[in-house]
């Protein structure tokens, strides 16, 4: 994707959240230490391209999407929207016109949604802080084509109801719909489908798809589910700690991982060709270690089956091992970190 494509992109982004520190800290003059929830992120995201930012708990997806949304402010880098410098921006009045373009979605379509809001206030909200109609009429219009749009058809039968009154598809489509109301170009869902049961899932991920394709809407799908990525994304982003391992195609990712910590997500899910449990592929060991206490030198090191020496000393950049693929792993193009 050129460069002049992007609609995001994000250089050396960082939040770091600082930890209170104790009084012999600060007796001892000791620096103060910090959760690196999000610790220097690279990624571009093209207009209408669907990214996934796959990772295990605790990688940082959710801080990373909170930043984008401007929901948190970074601690360092910038965040360029459509090449507009929007790190420093800040307030109610300066962001309206970037919160009309850029909206998300949460996993928790019950917490989402106001109980006592009707499903018509629900999806016109958005509409009526940022002042984007005119007239009932033009309101009315709005909402009803995004709840068209998110799937809920007739549309009209939907204005009155309740999030009570509805299925667990039908309330996420309703928030799918509350942030289509404003006409986004680019939308950041976390862990969109995770409460869902199975059979709504490809339905809902086809609403997504389908806005992409119909809109241009560009889309940051945020999940721990390699599978989902790749059935979704035309590119996967590998998160680990605060920091992108690996990013390549969903394809490339997904069928040929260059970093061990990628192999292991991939391994661990025999729906896509994984083959946990067999001797020469072992499952991902351990936990994700606490973000207060990265681990020095490249940051999977603790749990990676091929670490050597010079992995415990110094942090891996991203390598490229081909088109579009860069894998921050000292053993990146070589063939062992793809069969870890
Ligand atoms: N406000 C905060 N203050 C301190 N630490 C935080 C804060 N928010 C997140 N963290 C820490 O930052 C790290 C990344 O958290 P984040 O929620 O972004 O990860 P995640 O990949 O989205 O995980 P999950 O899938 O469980 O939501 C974690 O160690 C978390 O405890």
Excluded at 146 to 151: D, E, I, M, N, R
Excluded at 213 to 231: N, Q
Excluded at 287 to 314: I, N
Excluded at 323 to 338: F, I, K, T
Aim: glycine share 8%; with cysteine; aromatic share 4%.
């Amino acid at each position: 994707m050129p460069d002049n494509a992007d609609i995001l992109r994000l250089e050396s982004l960082q939040v770091h959240f600082p930890i209170q520190g104790g009084m012999l800290d600060r007796v001892l003059g000791r620096p103060v230490r910090a959760v690196r929830a999000v610790d220097g992120i690279d990624l571009n995201v093209g207009r209408g391209e669907i990214v996934a930012l796959v990772g295990e708990s605790g990688s940082g997806k959710t801080t990373l999407g909170r930043v984008i949304t401007k929901l948190a402010q970074p601690t360092g880098g910038r965040m360029l929207f459509e090449g507009r410098d929007m790190t420093s921006v800040q307030g109610s009045s300066a962001l309206r016109p970037y919160r009309h373009r850029v909206q998300m979605i949460f996993q928790d379509a019950y917490q989402a949604l106001n109980p006592r809001h009707t499903v018509f206030d629900i999806v016109a909200e958005p509409l009526r802080s940022l002042r984007l109609v005119e007239n009932g009429t033009q309101l009315a219009e709005r909402v009803s084509e995004a709840l068209a749009s998110a799937g809920l058809n007739p549309p009209g039968d939907f204005f009155s109801r309740f999030p009570h009154e509805l299925s667990g598809g039908q309330r996420q489509r309703v928030v799918i719909a509350g942030a289509l109301a404003v006409r986004p170009e680019l939308i950041v869902a976390d862990e969109p489908v995770s409460m869902l049961d199975v059979s709504i899932r490809a339905q809902i991920l086809q609403v997504l798809v389908d806005l992409r394709d119909k809109h241009h809407m560009a889309l940051l799908f945020i999940t721990h589910d390699l599978p989902l990525a790749w059935l979704i994304a035309d590119r996967i982003a590998v998160l680990y700690l605060g920091k992108l391992v690996e990013i390549g195609t969903a394809d490339e990712i997904t069928f040929n991982p260059r970093h061990p910590y990628t192999v292991a997500l991939r391994n661990a899910t025999p729906q896509i060709g994984g083959n946990a449990g067999r001797a020469e592929s072992p499952a991902l060991q351990g936990e994700v270690p606490s973000a207060a206490r990265v681990p020095k030198g490249c940051r999977f090191h603790p749990r990676c089956p091929l670490a050597f020496d010079h992995c415990r000393e110094e942090e891996p950049p991203p390598i490229e091992v081909g088109p579009q693929h860069l894998s921050a792993c000292w053993l990146a193009n070589d063939g062992r970190s793809r069969s870890s």
